[in-house]
């Protein structure tokens, strides 16, 4: 494929809720435009989009793919996303790099939870909606319950371009309202043909209210519509394409994927009124602390960022760029400013699905592959040399869901941890963290199923197998009021012996002081060099666990008096007396167990807030306030122990219907009640 200046390219992402057929609409645009031979189906494993192993397992998209097509003179980027929850991270970097989002909506289940989400997200990317209702040839399916959803849940600017011709079955064909003519889809290739007469009255009232619309965007156009002069088709399709850029207008256009209708139109329609890349707001780039604007211009300086990184088990890493500047070829040399080293171009490749095809040159505004960048990572910046900018990715996804992994074969520990490293820079949405504490490897992820296709990955792409376990609580203990205790080691053996007293007094301290030790010996009673072994001492029996088993924090230990013998006396006597004074003042010190507490910030719609509120409360949740979101959403941030929300992610999803998110971050440490640590206590001895 030959290269396309920006102004014939079009960077569309394809998002919405699961099932509303979003992989089966890009398998139709690839058909109708020539791209492939034949459409594939989601439900055998066939399409281009959809070519992952756990994928076609089960019947979804999980990772953004490319699927390019042509329209005339213009190259359209068409990025299919996931529509399930646990993969919006993919949704987001598809919209980081998109010019327009084509929302897909199915006729048969409208608005859902996904629908909303994706369309927020497109909001705070700033970027162009379009809107397809798709599946009008399934039974139940209904565009104008559809549409008034739409209009009800984003607002008046939803301006409906088409109208479907017949219903479930019997859906054949489109009228096309700009151009105020059908389009029927009954034998062959789609026919022009005028509006229906059964349609004409309902076509013509929603023409006119579509054109005055329009015009309304164009004081020029008003005029001469309010004189009763038309406009155009050509020049509603371009005032049109300005409102839908400006975010005043959303068009709607209808047909189905799986059968074809409309689906030729909606190609022709976003290389007509979609933005070119050079038509959307520069670029900022960050130098230091300046911003700049950067505009796309193929004559300019090269500058790229990659979105997306594919590990591939043949070809390895595969980096997927948009060149933000200038025009890349074949073994461009750039720099890399977060890991300071040169990344060699040799290969670009148009990608579409798992099929790369090379090519000789990427012009500003075009998404390329990339493949064997190893020192490069997903939403790097890719640089001229001696321009150390960099370009902001999307934010990263919220931790939902974390589980504690271990190899099953014993001596693929740190096989384990490098296929993680690799599986991260896939999938920046997996966090891993090892907790020492806990002596646990935990994976964090975005729910249920991402972490699952996580493991799946891990074994078909790097050869591990992995177990899994809960997440544990890392719990900790501290003390209630003062106590005093003697700590007496003595061991007598055939050469000399061991002798150390160490007298303690432990003390609480405010939440969070850790751990202070203090020396008050006088007169000698220790000498000075044993009593760091004295603190050693008391240290180690505080890691090791108070009464409870969990690690000791926030006290004061004070040594005040102690014995010693000349000959017998040590380091190692006086480390064992510290331990063993500090343990036996540990149980007179009304030991407490501290639990973690978590902020945990939730966004849900105002009419679920009273359901959230009770369901917190019932966690033992301390509501800290609310807060109205954008859209109306109540924000209901609250302090609930760490235990009571891990899982959480799957809670809300079946609270909400997907409609509800959270972020969560650790707060403090509390004092757990003491009924629930007498349980905790009896279920722990009792394992």
Known sequence: ???????????????????????????????????????????????????????????????????????????????????????????????????????VVSAVDGVQA????????????????LVFINKLDRERASFDRTLADLQDR???????????????????????????????????????????????????????HLVEGIVVGDDTLMERYLEGDIPSTDELEATLASGMAEGLVFPVVCGSAATGVGIDRLASLLAEIAPAPDARPPVMVSAGDTEQGVACDPTAPPLARVFKTISDPYVGKISLLRVLSGTIR????????????????????????????????????????????????????????????????????????????????????????????????????????????????????????????????????????????DVRIAYRETISKQADAEGRYKKQTGGHGQFGVASLRIEPLERGEGFHFVDEIVGGAIPKQYIPAVEKGVLEAMSLGGVFGFPVVDVQ?????????????????????????????????????LEPIARLEVTVPAAMQGEIL???????????????????????????????????????????????????EHDHYDVMPANLAERMTKVKTAD
């Open 154 to 208: 984003f607002g008046a600017g939803i301006a409906p371009l088409e109208l479907p011709v017949g219903e479930e079955s019997g859906f054949h064909g489109i009228a096309d309202l700009l151009t105020d003519s059908a389009l029927l889809y009954d034998d062959g290739p789609p026919r022009p043909a005028p509006i229906p007469d059964d349609l004409a009255d309902l076509e013509h009232q929603v023409r006119e």
């Open 330 to 469: 074949p073994d461009t040399v750039l720099m890399n400013p977060r890991s300071h080293t040169e990344a060699k171009l040799h290969v670009l490749e148009l990608l579409r699905g798992k099929e790369a095809e090379p090519v000789s040159e990427a012009q500003a505004g075009d998404l390329i592959a990339v493949p064997k960048l190893s020192d490069t990572a997903t939403g790097d910046t890719l640089a001229p040399k001696g321009t150390p900018v960099t370009v902001p990715g999307p934010a990263p996804e919220p931790v939902a869901l974390s589980v504690a992994i271990r190899p099953k074969s014993k001596g693929d520990e740190d096989k384990l941890m490098t296929a993680l490293h690799r599986l991260q820079d896939e999938d920046p949405a997996l966090i891993v963290e090892r907790v020492d504490e806990t002596h646990q490897t935990i994976l964090h992820g975005t729910g249920e199923t991402h972490l699952a296709v996580a493991a799946e990955r891990l074994h078909r792409k790097f050869g591990v197998d992995v177990e899994t376990e």
């Open 614 to 664: 009770g369901d917190l409360n019932a966690r033992r949740g301390r509501v800290q306030g609310t807060d109205t979101a954008e859209g109306g959403r109540q924000v209901i941030t609250a302090l609930v122990p760490t235990s009571e929300i891990q899982r959480y992610a799957v809670d809300l999803r079946s609270l909400t219907g997907g409609r509800g998110r959270f972020r969560s």
């Open 114 to 129: 996904q629908t909303e989400a994706a369309w927020e997200l497109a909001g705070e990317f700033g970027l162009p909606r």
């Open 1 to 103: 494929m030959t290269s396309f200046p920006p102004s014939r390219i079009r960077n569309v992402a394809l998002v919405g809720h699961n099932g509303s057929g979003k992989t089966t609409l890009a398998e139709a645009l690839l058909f109708a435009t020539g791209a492939i031979p034949r459409a594939g189906r989601v439900d055998d494993g066939t399409t281009v989009s959809d070519f992952e192993p756990e994928e076609i397992k089960r019947h979804m998209s999980i990772s953004l793919a490319l699927a390019p097509i042509v329209v005339g003179d213009t190259k359209i980027n068409i990025i299919d996303t996931p529509g399930y929850a646990d993969f919006f991270g993919e949704v987001r970097a598809a919209c980081s790099v998109a010019d327009l989002v084509v929302v």
């Open 557 to 593: 230990a004070s040594c005040y008096d102690g014995k010693f013998h000349a000959v017998d006396s040590s380091e190692m006597s006086f480390k064992m007396a510290g331990s063993l004074a500090f343990r036996e003042a540990m149980a007179k010190a009304e030991p407490v167990v």
